[in-house]
């Protein structure tokens, strides 16, 4: 399936923990073979780092990590830059290629 969402794009949670939804954030990663997305800010996580000494003498700092985790495509929702609503998207095809469009109020994504 193609993915209609593109890095840099700006979303909106729609479904899922109840801290995340209705948050909005921008996509950072787009992983089209698993059908998900990253997006900046969203579905944080906490990762407990052990001290690791590498071959070169060098460690890595110990703590926690606080990174940003995928989450699937069909839970979020593409924010329309002119009318700033979450809509469904359409494509429009002519001889330059084809654009994406808001289904609201037929403006252009890219």
């Known amino acids: 399936m193609k993915v209609k969402i593109r890095k840099g794009d700006t979303v909106e949670i729609i479904s899922g923990r109840l801290d995340d939804k209705g948050k909005r954030g921008e996509v950072i990663r787009v992983l ?5 997305i990253v997006v900046q800010g969203i579905n944080l996580r906490t990762k407990h780092q052990r001290q690791v000494q ?12 606080r990174f940003e985790a995928p989450l699937d495509i069909s839970n979020v929702m593409l924010v329309c830059p002119k009318c700033s609503k979450p809509s469904r998207i359409g494509v429009q095809r002519d001889e330059s290629g084809a654009h994406r469009v808001c289904k609201h109020c037929q403006a252009l994504f890219d």
């Open 54 to 65: 590498t071959q070169r003498g060098r460690t890595v700092n110990p703590g926690r990590i």
């Open 32 to 36: 089209p073979d698993e059908n998900r």
